[in-house]
Protein backbone atom coordinates (compact mmCIF):
# COMPACT_ATOMS: atom_id res chain seq x y z
CA UNK A 1 0.00 0.00 0.00
CA UNK A 2 2.94 2.36 0.85
CA UNK A 3 4.18 1.78 -2.28
CA UNK A 4 1.25 2.77 -4.32
CA UNK A 5 0.79 5.80 -2.44
CA UNK A 6 4.54 6.61 -3.39
CA UNK A 7 4.35 5.57 -7.09
CA UNK A 8 0.77 7.71 -7.33
CA UNK A 9 2.21 10.67 -5.47
CA UNK A 10 5.61 10.80 -7.92
CA UNK A 11 2.89 10.29 -11.12
CA UNK A 12 1.01 13.34 -10.23
CA UNK A 13 3.67 15.72 -9.21
CA UNK A 14 5.37 14.60 -12.75
CA UNK A 15 2.34 15.67 -14.12
CA UNK A 16 1.86 19.10 -12.50
CA UNK A 17 5.40 19.17 -12.92
CA UNK A 18 5.28 19.15 -16.94
CA UNK A 19 1.64 21.33 -16.90
CA UNK A 20 1.93 25.23 -16.80
CA UNK A 21 -1.42 27.29 -16.33
CA UNK A 22 -2.00 28.13 -20.43
CA UNK A 23 -3.11 31.77 -21.20
CA UNK A 24 -5.40 32.28 -23.92
CA UNK A 25 -4.15 35.07 -26.18
CA UNK A 26 -7.53 36.49 -28.26
CA UNK A 27 -9.57 39.62 -29.06
CA UNK A 28 -12.96 39.80 -30.25
CA UNK A 29 -13.78 42.52 -33.35
CA UNK A 30 -17.58 43.46 -33.68
CA UNK A 31 -18.33 44.95 -36.71
CA UNK A 32 -21.85 46.66 -37.93
CA UNK A 33 -23.10 48.30 -40.81
CA UNK A 34 -25.70 51.06 -39.86
CA UNK A 35 -27.22 51.84 -43.13
CA UNK A 36 -29.02 54.72 -42.54
CA UNK A 37 -25.96 56.31 -40.63
CA UNK A 38 -23.65 54.99 -43.87
CA UNK A 39 -21.20 53.79 -41.36
CA UNK A 40 -19.27 50.46 -40.46
CA UNK A 41 -18.87 50.89 -36.82
CA UNK A 42 -16.24 48.68 -35.23
CA UNK A 43 -15.43 47.82 -31.32
CA UNK A 44 -11.99 45.87 -31.05
CA UNK A 45 -12.00 44.19 -27.80
CA UNK A 46 -8.50 43.67 -26.23
CA UNK A 47 -7.10 42.36 -23.31
CA UNK A 48 -5.41 45.24 -21.52
CA UNK A 49 -2.02 43.63 -20.22
CA UNK A 50 -1.44 41.96 -24.06
CA UNK A 51 -2.21 45.15 -25.69
CA UNK A 52 -0.15 47.23 -23.39
CA UNK A 53 2.62 44.69 -23.86
CA UNK A 54 2.64 44.98 -28.07
CA UNK A 55 2.74 48.71 -27.78
CA UNK A 56 5.98 49.02 -25.25
CA UNK A 57 7.43 46.87 -27.57
CA UNK A 58 6.77 48.31 -30.78
CA UNK A 59 6.65 52.04 -28.92
CA UNK A 60 7.35 53.15 -26.33
CA UNK A 61 8.72 51.08 -23.06
CA UNK A 62 7.14 53.36 -20.75
CA UNK A 63 3.65 52.86 -21.86
CA UNK A 64 0.97 52.09 -19.06
CA UNK A 65 -2.73 51.39 -20.10
CA UNK A 66 -5.97 51.97 -17.34
CA UNK A 67 -3.96 54.20 -15.36
CA UNK A 68 -6.31 56.89 -15.67
CA UNK A 69 -3.41 59.49 -15.80
CA UNK A 70 -2.90 58.49 -19.84
CA UNK A 71 -1.17 60.96 -22.30
CA UNK A 72 -2.29 61.55 -25.63
CA UNK A 73 0.54 59.45 -26.80
CA UNK A 74 -1.19 56.65 -25.71
CA UNK A 75 -3.94 57.05 -27.87
CA UNK A 76 -1.92 58.01 -30.54
CA UNK A 77 0.45 54.65 -30.57
CA UNK A 78 -3.46 52.80 -30.28
CA UNK A 79 -4.59 54.43 -33.44
CA UNK A 80 -1.36 53.96 -35.36
CA UNK A 81 -1.07 50.05 -34.29
CA UNK A 82 -5.02 49.39 -34.98
CA UNK A 83 -4.75 51.03 -38.59
CA UNK A 84 -1.59 48.92 -38.84
CA UNK A 85 -3.13 45.48 -37.94
CA UNK A 86 -6.86 45.78 -39.33
CA UNK A 87 -7.04 46.64 -42.95
CA UNK A 88 -10.82 46.53 -44.39
CA UNK A 89 -11.90 46.72 -48.37
CA UNK A 90 -15.64 47.67 -48.73
CA UNK A 91 -16.50 46.49 -52.71
CA UNK A 92 -13.09 45.79 -53.82
CA UNK A 93 -11.76 49.34 -52.20
CA UNK A 94 -9.40 49.97 -49.12
CA UNK A 95 -11.44 52.34 -46.90
CA UNK A 96 -9.74 54.71 -44.40
CA UNK A 97 -10.60 53.99 -40.58
CA UNK A 98 -11.22 56.21 -37.76
CA UNK A 99 -10.44 55.67 -34.45
CA UNK A 100 -12.55 57.09 -32.12
CA UNK A 101 -11.80 56.79 -29.18
CA UNK A 102 -11.59 54.04 -26.24
CA UNK A 103 -12.64 53.31 -22.62
CA UNK A 104 -11.57 50.47 -20.02
CA UNK A 105 -13.68 47.70 -18.40
CA UNK A 106 -11.91 45.29 -15.81
CA UNK A 107 -8.80 43.89 -17.72
CA UNK A 108 -10.36 44.91 -20.97
CA UNK A 109 -9.68 47.59 -23.41
CA UNK A 110 -12.78 48.28 -25.89
CA UNK A 111 -11.21 50.23 -28.85
CA UNK A 112 -13.83 52.28 -30.60
CA UNK A 113 -13.50 52.74 -34.96
CA UNK A 114 -15.91 53.64 -37.64
CA UNK A 115 -16.21 53.97 -41.41
CA UNK A 116 -17.76 56.85 -43.00
CA UNK A 117 -19.67 57.05 -46.27
CA UNK A 118 -20.87 53.77 -47.16
CA UNK A 119 -23.80 53.31 -49.63
CA UNK A 120 -24.27 50.01 -49.74
CA UNK A 121 -22.00 46.75 -48.98
CA UNK A 122 -21.96 44.36 -51.71
CA UNK A 123 -18.27 42.84 -50.44
CA UNK A 124 -16.63 43.09 -47.44
CA UNK A 125 -13.11 42.21 -46.59
CA UNK A 126 -11.30 42.53 -43.21
CA UNK A 127 -7.70 41.53 -42.63
CA UNK A 128 -7.25 41.52 -38.64
CA UNK A 129 -3.72 40.60 -37.59
CA UNK A 130 -4.19 42.46 -33.75
CA UNK A 131 -1.29 40.38 -31.46
CA UNK A 132 -0.07 38.41 -34.16
CA UNK A 133 3.18 39.85 -33.85
CA UNK A 134 3.24 39.39 -30.28
CA UNK A 135 1.60 35.80 -30.04
CA UNK A 136 2.00 33.11 -32.26
CA UNK A 137 -1.30 31.61 -30.65
CA UNK A 138 -3.40 34.53 -31.11
CA UNK A 139 -6.61 34.30 -31.95
CA UNK A 140 -9.34 36.95 -33.35
CA UNK A 141 -12.64 36.82 -33.24
CA UNK A 142 -14.53 38.85 -36.00
CA UNK A 143 -18.45 38.85 -35.56
CA UNK A 144 -20.09 41.23 -38.47
CA UNK A 145 -23.74 42.37 -38.97
CA UNK A 146 -23.80 43.61 -42.74
CA UNK A 147 -26.75 43.92 -44.35
CA UNK A 148 -28.82 41.85 -41.65
CA UNK A 149 -26.58 38.92 -41.83
CA UNK A 150 -24.37 37.47 -39.36
CA UNK A 151 -21.07 36.27 -39.21
CA UNK A 152 -18.26 34.91 -36.70
CA UNK A 153 -15.42 33.84 -37.58
CA UNK A 154 -11.53 33.06 -36.02
CA UNK A 155 -8.78 34.37 -37.44
CA UNK A 156 -5.56 32.81 -37.18
CA UNK A 157 -2.14 33.62 -38.11
CA UNK A 158 -2.27 31.60 -41.03
CA UNK A 159 -5.54 32.39 -41.70
CA UNK A 160 -5.92 36.34 -41.21
CA UNK A 161 -8.44 37.06 -43.63
CA UNK A 162 -12.21 37.18 -44.07
CA UNK A 163 -14.47 38.25 -47.12
CA UNK A 164 -17.71 38.36 -47.33
CA UNK A 165 -20.13 39.26 -50.52
CA UNK A 166 -23.19 40.39 -50.57
CA UNK A 167 -25.71 39.63 -54.00
Excluded: W
Excluded at 46 to 70: H, N, Q
Excluded at 72 to 77: H, Q, R, V
Excluded at 112 to 122: C, M, P, R, S, T
Aim: hydrophobic share 40%; aromatic share 12%.
Amino acid sequence: MKLFKITFLVLALSCFAFSAVHKYYVSVTQVEYVEEKESIQIISRIFIDDFESVLRERYDESITLATGKEEKMEDYYIERYLKDKINIQINGQSVPINFIGKEYDVDIVKCYLEIEGVKHVKTFDITNRVLFDMFEDQQNIVKTKINSKQKSTILITQRDNLVLKFD
